[in-house]
């Protein structure tokens, strides 16, 4: 009997329609959320990486700013003035720190000076001996502190006194060609006097070497060198009085020479004082602009060259290139080219910047 043809088939209830639809929706639901799992996985390996955050640039350190100090003999005397102007000028526009020191002519006060400046610590100093004896202290200070030194014309008569380098003139080589000129002129003029001169002080090694040029010239001509005056003060009125002492001891008098220029100005006032233009002849060293002008109006008869300024430059320049980079500095002595009668027009201009200074310029 086929038992199949009497069963009865039961109609489904809601509940379980509702229940099947559940579970179908939850079976699309599941594959789309993998499709979108899927899909954003595929999307981010294709997309450009991130790029990293940037590291902040390191700050740099400000330059080192170097101080340097420079100590001379009297800065109330114009030549000195106009080389530690020098200095100062070229270190300040290299970026570097100046102080400037007066020792006032004293080398009590040089050597407290050169205390000061040790206990300040500067990182090199440029030193002018009140003369080369009493320079040593001042020099074995800084040394003993490890402070470079460099010399501006005067330097100690220690060899234990140790400096960088040395800049100046050639003292006795420009003080020999002047008198040299002098004595041309004075024997072209058919004079037949003495000479005198006025010098700084036989105990620095400029005033030393200055004298042995010019003694040498007078030698060599034939001319006596009857009187050495040596400078105390280094003003002008004593170089007037030391003129004044010169004509009144010596009638035959034909030559003054004075190695410096406050001391050729007050020779030439006192010779005109006396009345006695052209029959003295007169010449210094260094090259104010005072000095060149009284060449080029005929009144003086010659200066040899002593670039003052140019030389504190140049000692400033040494000091940046050592302080900056190590580089070793060399001693430097200057040629003395003269300006003279003859020349001045064409030359004595072109020497008053090197001398006295970018602003320098003939008086009025």
Known sequence: MDIERFRVKLPRCKSDKKIERKEKMKSKLFVLLSLIVIASMVFAGCAPAPAPTE?????AEPAKVFKIAGQAPDLENPAWAAMYGGLKDKAEELGMEADLYNASGSPETQYANAQDMVVKGYDAVAQSGTDSSTTNAAVKEFNTADIPVWILHIKP??????????????????????????????????????????????????????????????????????????????????????AQDLINANPDLNIIWSNYDEAAMGALKAIEDAGKSGEILVGGFDGSPESLKAVKDGRMNVMAIQPLYKHGTIVAQQMFDWLTSGKKPESVSTDCPLVTTENAATEAEKYLADCFGPTAKFPE
């Open 55 to 59: 590291a902040a640039a390191p700050t």
């Open 157 to 242: 008569d220690d060899p234990t006194a140790e400096y960088v380098a040395m800049v100046d003139a050639q003292n006795e080589a420009g003080n020999y060609d002047a008198g040299k000129y002098l004595a041309k002129t004075y024997k072209d003029k058919g004079m037949t006097g003495v000479a005198g001169e006025i010098t700084i002080s036989l105990a620095r090694s400029n005033g030393a070497a200055r004298h042995a040029g010019f003694e040498k010239a007078m030698k060599e001509e034939g001319i006596e060198l009857k009187e050495v005056k040596e400078a105390i003060t280094y003003t002008r009125d004593e170089a007037y009085q030391f």
